[in-house]
């Protein structure tokens, strides 16, 4: 057993390193093509795709729910070897979707519509080319939305090189799109939404083919299962709350920025999110290539593997995510003004809440897979869906009397914190996860390693009275100097410790006797 986690563990770090490199590469092209687009679209146009794509999305929130079920699925069946069921799963969660993507066109179609016609803020002369835009995102999201069981099955399977692959392809893609809007003859939002489309629709075909390939459980067969379509469809019912209050708070802040600042405002919304994704993705890298031991740990009952991935996950995704965040928000104008020029107001201070709030999200992930391990999520879900669901008139009602678009990013990043406390004793409940070690282990330590790797950087960018790039390189620096050491001194365990001094020692070793050689 011993030696199957060590195996494990490599592929872990392995995964882990392909989905780095697609970060990378995604993050480098994904920033120059927002900055591309946002030049071609113009402010107004391009709060207008935010906020047109924003609406199909909380319709979404019935795919998010079923996209949990089938990895959670998927994955447990990967962990019992159990082909003939994985593959009856793989079956049901592709009729479910299909079923999903029809309802999610039905819903676009009618009560979306609605909302198009009669509430949505659109510049004047721009009605058209937002219904076209409008009809062009409800078949991406009815694609991706059939799509999901033949993701869930790579990311099931940890072949994180041919994720990484799929989703350079689409980066790439889209930065020709970018490039190419300034030449074309006609409505350059129509075009873009139009692209955006079509490029989807081919990574989708990509993924598809590849899935049935290479995986002996993807086989979509002529079935009908009552009691797995009733089993899989009622542990989605409880993901809905889940799903349905966090979609609906994130793409709601959207509409009420929309309503009460209208589309400039969504542009500046727009940017911090993404920025927001880059950062993002640090966490979700290494958690991606966590979740599915996670999972078959919980399936094969290694309650002890299942609490240390569980607690490390926590907290190196939180350090990662630090390590990137903490430049980004000191030196926020600087990088906003080299990378985009000439940015919408309100924009620095959106990126700088956004990224306090999703480094705090990156301690909630692993929780989050932990229930979905479990499939105990019903009480989980509703005490989610009701803090949501609570904080959506708190919000609106604060920025109405504000008048400050800011006031609607510190409701989101109050309402985080309050479901990290949750989520921890409602966990601790559901799966005996041990509270006190949590709070020791997990919560002391990022706090310690923010607070104490926060000091010299800041001090060193209060004192040097003129940014640029001179402050922004020692900034940068000194700021991932001051989070790798804090880590490794005080976040760490001496455990962790050893093995990364051991690892670091063996390849001086190497180096010094290949040199010699």
């Known amino acids: 057993m011993e030696q199957q986690h060590i195996s494990d563990n490599k592929r872990m770090a392995k995964n882990t390193v392909y989905m780095y490199a697609r970060m990378f590469v995604t993050m480098l092209i994904g920033l120059y093509t927002s900055r591309v687009v946002l030049a071609s679209l113009g402010f107004e146009d391009y709060g207008l795709y935010n906020v047109v794509g924003g609406i199909i999305a909380m319709f979404g929130f019935l795919n998010g729910a079923m996209t949990n079920t089938t990895s959670r699925y998927i994955t447990f069946y990967l962990g019992k070897n159990n082909l003939k069921r994985l593959q009856d799963v793989f079956s049901t969660a592709f009729y479910i979707h299909l079923l999903i993507a029809v309802i999610i066109v039905v819903l676009g179609e009618t009560i979306g519509l609605w909302y198009v016609f009669e509430k949505l803020v659109v510049p004047e002369g721009r009605f058209m080319a937002a219904m076209w835009l409008y009809q062009f995102t409800i078949i991406t999201a009815a694609a991706n939305i059939i799509s999901v069981p033949f993701n869930a099955s790579i990311i099931a399977h940890e072949k994180m090189s041919t994720y990484a692959i799929l989703a350079i392809i689409d980066s790439v893609s889209k930065l020709v799109i970018a490039i190419s809007i300034v030449h074309v003859p006609f409505d350059r939002l129509i075009y873009y939404g139009l692209m955006i489309m079509l490029v989807q629709l081919m990574n989708n075909a990509i993924c598809w083919v590849y899935c049935t390939k290479r995986f002996?459980?993807?086989?979509?067969?002529?079935?009908?299962?009552?009691?797995?379509?009733?089993?899989?469809?009622?542990?989605?019912?409880?993901?809905?709350?889940?799903?349905?209050?966090?979609?609906?708070?994130?793409?709601?802040?959207?509409?009420?920025?929309?309503?009460?600042?209208?589309?400039?405002?969504?542009?500046?919304?727009?940017?911090?999110?993404?920025?927001?994704?880059?950062?993002?993705?640090?966490?979700?890298?290494?958690?991606?290539?966590?979740?599915?031991?996670?999972?078959?740990?919980?399936?094969?009952?290694?309650?002890?593997?299942?609490?240390?991935?569980?607690?490390?996950?926590?907290?190196?995704?939180?350090?990662?995510?630090?390590?990137?965040?903490?430049?980004?928000?000191?030196?926020?104008?600087?990088?906003?003004?080299?990378?985009?020029?000439?940015?919408?107001?309100?924009?620095?201070?959106?990126?700088?809440?956004?990224?306090?709030?999703?480094?705090?999200?990156?301690?909630?992930?692993?929780?989050?897979?932990?229930?979905?391990?479990?499939?105990?999520?019903?009480?989980?879900?509703?005490?989610?869906?009701?803090?949501?669901?609570?904080?959506?008139?708190?919000?609106?009602?604060?920025?109405?009397?504000?008048?400050?678009?800011?006031?609607?990013?510190?409701?989101?990043?109050?309402?985080?914190?309050?479901?990290?406390?949750?989520?921890?004793?409602?966990?601790?409940?559901?799966?005996?996860?041990?509270?006190?070690?949590?709070?020791?282990?997990?919560?002391?330590?990022?706090?310690?390693?923010?607070?104490?790797?926060s000091v010299l950087p800041v001090l060193i960018h209060i004192q040097m009275p003129f940014s640029g790039w001179l402050r922004f390189i020692v900034v940068g620096i000194v700021s991932f100097l001051s989070v790798g050491l804090v880590s490794f001194y005080i976040g760490a365990n001496k455990h962790e410790r050893l093995i990364v001094k051991s690892y670091v020692l063996a390849r001086i070793k190497s180096y010094v006797t290949h040199n010699k050689q």
């Open 216 to 453: 002996e459980g993807v086989r979509i067969k002529i079935l009908f299962d009552r009691p797995l379509f009733k089993e899989m469809f009622g542990f989605t019912g409880w993901n809905l709350f889940g799903n349905f209050s966090h979609v609906f708070f994130t793409q709601g802040l959207n509409l009420i920025l929309n309503f009460f600042c209208g589309t400039a405002v969504n542009a500046a919304r727009g940017i911090a999110v993404q920025v927001e994704g880059v950062v993002r993705q640090f966490a979700t890298n290494i958690q991606t290539a966590i979740n599915p031991q996670i999972i078959k740990s919980y399936a094969q009952s290694e309650n002890d593997r299942f609490f240390s991935l569980i607690f490390a996950s926590s907290r190196y995704c939180f350090y990662l995510l630090f390590l990137l965040a903490l430049p980004i928000i000191l030196e926020a104008d600087f990088l906003l003004t080299l990378w985009l020029g000439v940015f919408p107001e309100h924009t620095i201070n959106f990126l700088r809440i956004t990224l306090a709030t999703v480094t705090l999200e990156a301690l909630v992930t692993p929780m989050f897979m932990a229930n979905l391990a479990s499939g105990k999520v019903k009480i989980y879900q509703i005490v989610m869906c009701v803090i949501s669901v609570l904080f959506i008139p708190i919000t609106f009602y604060a920025i109405k009397i504000t008048k400050v678009p800011e006031t609607v990013f510190i409701c989101m990043l109050l309402m985080t914190i309050v479901e990290i406390i949750a989520r921890i004793f409602i966990v601790h409940y559901q799966v005996d996860l041990p509270k006190g070690q949590y709070f020791k282990k997990v919560i002391l330590n990022v706090f310690l390693v923010a607070v104490c790797s």
